[in-house]
């Protein structure tokens, strides 16, 4: 029996896989960067870096394979996308090279290490604004005139929008604040669990704001979330929300060490869910669908073969880089 697999469906799940893996991993380094002016200088901030530095520059390896991606299976979208959001990208390639700047040169020039904090939290707090404000400017509509941006420079700026980049904001500083929880000893864990605390409740009020003001863009997200009988599936997003909202909050009262990161992770991929919800099939709301944008059947197929090996890799060395960094660490390294 033959079967014909649906390569876009396929191709669709890939992207979303690597974006949901950057944002996962690379959100809690920008998280910290984030938070970085709320630690103190000397050995919290010490700590606080070391807890990443293993890490880091690899969990951006999901960035390029998300965008690289995008554009070999999904060419239509990335040429609609990328002009739409021509500043956002530049800020966010800006800040992601300050803030990988500031980290190498901040162990290399004490001298000038302020300078190079500074670097590192501004460039983080940028590149996820725009990451975020890009959410939202693709979850609003993007003008599309001939197959091509039909819009103009500042289209991506809106109210929407920029409540989707405070709401990343915030959610990045919970991965932060609850990974420097799990890695982190001393007056930094301490400082870490306040701070997650109230990074966990700015990122349920942000959800749930962003979550209000979605359905009211477009007709369809509206049908997809509250028309019978999809709402009996789709209710069950929020209730889980829920759920793992009041597991954190008991994590946190026990003093759990790892478990406050794992279910932020958790609160994460529920609202990939629901952004999948919202979206799909779309990749560029409400005009083009996948198979709108998709590459030819045999681009797919060739791309599929590399990716099939390449993924496996980077997943291998990936875990093998946190296993062997697993333990706490202190402002000399890891331990």
Same mark, same amino acid.
């Given at each position: 029996?033959?079967?014909?697999?649906?390569?876009?469906?396929?191709?669709?799940?890939?992207? +979303?896989?690597?974006?949901?893996?950057?944002?996962?991993?690379?959100?809690?380094?920008?998280?910290?960067?984030?938070?970085?002016?709320?630690?103190?200088?000397?050995?919290?901030?010490?700590?606080?870096? !070391?807890?990443?530095?293993?890490?880091?520059?690899?969990?951006?390896?999901?960035?390029?394979?998300?965008?690289? =991606?995008?554009?070999?299976?999904?060419?239509?979208?990335?040429?609609?996308?990328?002009?739409?959001?021509?500043?956002?990208?530049?800020?966010?390639?800006?800040?992601?090279?300050?803030?990988?700047?500031?980290?190498?040169?901040?162990?290399?020039?004490?001298?000038?290490?302020?300078?190079?904090?500074?670097?590192?939290?501004?460039?983080?707090?940028?590149?996820?604004?725009?990451? =975020?404000?890009?959410?939202?400017?693709?979850?609003?509509?993007?003008?599309?005139? !001939?197959?091509?941006?039909?819009?103009?420079?500042?289209?991506?700026?809106?109210?929407?929008?920029?409540?989707?980049?405070?709401?990343?904001?915030?959610?990045?500083?919970?991965?932060?604040?609850?990974?420097?929880?799990?890695?982190?000893? #001393?007056?930094?864990?301490?400082?870490?669990?306040?701070?997650?605390?109230? +990074?966990? =409740?700015?990122?349920?009020?942000?959800?749930?704001?962003?979550?209000?003001?979605?359905?009211?863009?477009?007709?369809?997200?509206?049908?997809?979330?509250?028309?019978?009988?999809?709402?009996?599936?789709?209710?069950?997003?929020?209730?889980?929300?829920?759920?793992?909202?009041?597991?954190?909050?008991?994590?946190?009262?026990?003093?759990?060490?790892?478990?406050?990161?794992?279910?932020?992770?958790?609160?994460?991929?529920? #609202?990939?869910?629901?952004?999948?919800?919202?979206?799909?099939?779309?990749?560029?709301?409400?005009?083009?669908?996948?198979?709108?944008?998709?590459?030819?059947?045999?681009?797919?197929?060739?791309?599929?073969?590399?990716?099939?090996?390449?993924?496996?890799?980077?997943?291998?060395?990936?875990?093998?880089?946190?296993?062997?960094?697993?333990?706490?660490?202190?402002?000399? #390294?890891?331990?």
């Amino acid at each position: 029996m033959a079967y014909d697999f649906d390569l876009t469906i396929v191709w669709a799940f890939i992207i +979303a896989f690597a974006i949901c893996a950057y944002v996962v991993m690379d959100g809690f380094d920008l998280g910290i960067g984030i938070l970085f002016p709320a630690f103190q200088v000397g050995e919290e901030r010490d700590q606080a870096m !070391n807890a990443i530095a293993p890490v880091w520059d690899g969990n951006e390896t999901w960035l390029v394979l998300g965008a690289g =991606g995008l554009f070999a299976a999904f060419p239509t979208a990335y040429a609609i996308i990328l002009p739409a959001t021509y500043p956002l990208m530049i800020a966010m390639l800006l800040g992601l090279v300050f803030r990988g700047v500031a980290f190498e040169f901040r162990w290399r020039d004490p001298r000038h290490r302020p300078v190079w904090d500074v670097a590192f939290a501004v460039g983080s707090l940028i590149a996820a604004m725009a990451q =975020g404000t890009t959410l939202g400017a693709l979850l609003q509509g993007i003008v599309v005139r !001939n197959g091509a941006y039909g819009g103009g420079w500042l289209d991506w700026l809106s109210p929407f929008s920029l409540l989707t980049g405070l709401a990343l904001v915030i959610g990045y500083a919970l991965l932060g604040s609850t990974w420097l929880l799990w890695k982190t000893e #001393g007056s930094t864990h301490d400082h870490a669990r306040r701070l997650a605390t109230y +990074a966990g =409740g700015g990122t349920l009020v942000a959800l749930a704001a962003v979550s209000a003001a979605t359905p009211f863009l477009h007709n369809a997200y509206w049908q997809r979330w509250f028309a019978l009988p999809g709402v009996l599936l789709t209710a069950q997003v929020p209730l889980l929300v829920a759920i793992v909202a009041g597991l954190f909050v008991a994590a946190i009262r026990r003093g759990r060490h790892r478990a406050p990161f794992l279910l932020a992770l958790a609160v994460f991929f529920l #609202g990939f869910i629901g952004l999948g919800i919202s979206m799909y099939p779309y990749v560029i709301p409400p005009t083009i669908t996948i198979w709108d944008a998709a590459a030819p059947r045999d681009s797919q197929v060739f791309m599929l073969v590399g990716t099939a090996i390449i993924i496996p890799i980077i997943l291998v060395y990936t875990g093998w880089a946190y296993w062997v960094f697993r333990g706490k660490v202190d402002a000399h #390294g890891y331990h």
